[in-house]
């Protein structure tokens, strides 16, 4: 894949290899002659690494992103399936459990695809290291340089494991460093101030374990138990490449999952339904149980600010990160990554960009962060500024899931929601909202 014909941009820097790093520098591949990218892990790496340690557990990418992955790597999909991913259809093979009701079955014509999450990293590491145009530096990135007298970034200071810092001067900086950016710190020595943050607190412990999937027929591709407050407890099992089953035990606001076998099977047991517990009990374990804790979705207000370095983007977790229960991660990160490819298309003015990608950003984060926290906010204990209307909002989305369980027309108006297809405002059309409350 060549640049796009006529690109007169010379060289960008990202900074990070996961998927929000990976995505832009596809993106920027577009757009610049050279694209270098920063990341301390080796890529492509085909098991978990060090600088991504959700990646032993659950992830989700939504049909919003799985359309945008098509679009950006037109063979991807159909190579993760060949490579034993799981292609299946929302409303037929996710099993949710969910307010207390099992949601109702139906073909949705939302397609999803279950894998694991470094099998997906290094098919996309795969296709981005193959652009002519990008190259791929071992290496951390250890300060951003910045002039303040011209009121730029001017590239990044990298170091690897045996040579001394090196500097890497470029045309715009993406920082794509995940949830540890180190962004804001890089700011205040050349004289910016850190962005306002805006956190809720969910205290979320991941317990996660690889099974060999039993040989018994089974008719989902994916099994969730989501809990109600007062209980703190979720089961999800995802089908993945290998044919093996990915299970992932959740407890908020202080329940840890234990690391034990004994105790692993007792917390499944716990569930509200004993469908987890069942199939784990029956299973063969392939891996030990990898734990992960994650204290609160946080926002990084970047547009915010008055003053801000040209050249610089932050994207990513680098900007919010969600609590991953809901899988938005990585789908908004795909949304980013397709902003910012539309403003370098269209606008050849690289401080523009930068200008209006900040604001760009900001809205695409408001509707997941609103999902997200107003779900979290179920439980007393989450901590944060809470919208006004929450109640309300928590009455009528619970009537609305609990209808799921027999309306499918009302099942689908919500997945659309869920997979970012459609805005939050299609749950109140009057067609949805009559649906909702004839219960």
Known sequence: MKPASGVTRDHAIVIGGGIAGLLAARVLADHFRQVTLIERD?????????????????????????????????????????????????????????????????????????????????????????????????????????????????????????????????????????????????????????????????????????????????EWHALHVTSLPPSKRQGVIFAVEGDRLLTTLVGLHGERPPGGDAGYLDFARSLAIPDNHQVIANADPLTPIATLRFPANLRRHYERLAAFPDRLLVMGDAVCTFNPIYGQGMTVSALEAMALGRLLQVDNDLTGVCRKFRKQVADIIDTPWQLATGEDFRHAEAAGARP????????????????????????????????????????????????????
């Open 388 to 439: 006004a209307g929450i109640p309300f909002l928590h009455w009528y989305t619970g009537r609305l899931h609990v209808n799921c369980a027999s309306d499918a027309a009302l099942a689908l108006a919500f997945y659309r929601v869920m997979h970012m297809l459609d805005a939050p405002s299609a749950l109140f059309r009057p067609s949805v909202v009559w649906r909702t409350l004839r219960g």
């Open 42 to 218: 080796r890529l492509p790496a085909p098991e978990s690494r060090k600088g991504v340690p959700q990646g032993d557990h659950v992830h989700c990418m939504l049909a919003k992103g799985q359309e945008i992955l098509a679009q950006l790597f037109p063979d991807l999909l159909p190579s993760l399936i060949a490579g034993g991913a799981i292609p299946a259809d929302m409303g037929l093979h996710f099993h949710w459990h969910h307010h207390g009701v099992w949601k109702t079955r139906f073909d949705s014509g939302i397609a999803i695809t279950f894998f694991t999450r470094p099998f997906l990293e290094s098919q996309i590491a795969e296709r981005v290291r193959a652009l002519p145009n990008v190259r791929v530096f071992d290496a951390s990135a250890e300060q951003l340089l910045i002039d303040r007298d011209v009121g730029r970034a001017l590239g990044v200071a990298i170091r690897s494991s045996s040579d001394a810092p090196t500097s890497i001067h470029a045309d715009l900086v993406v920082d794509a460093g995940g949830r540890g950016s180190q962004t804001p710190q890089w700011l205040e020595p050349a004289g910016y101030v850190r962005p306002a943050e805006s956190a809720v607190q969910v205290n979320i412990s991941y317990a996660s374990r690889l099974y060999r999937a039993p040989r018994a027929k089974r």
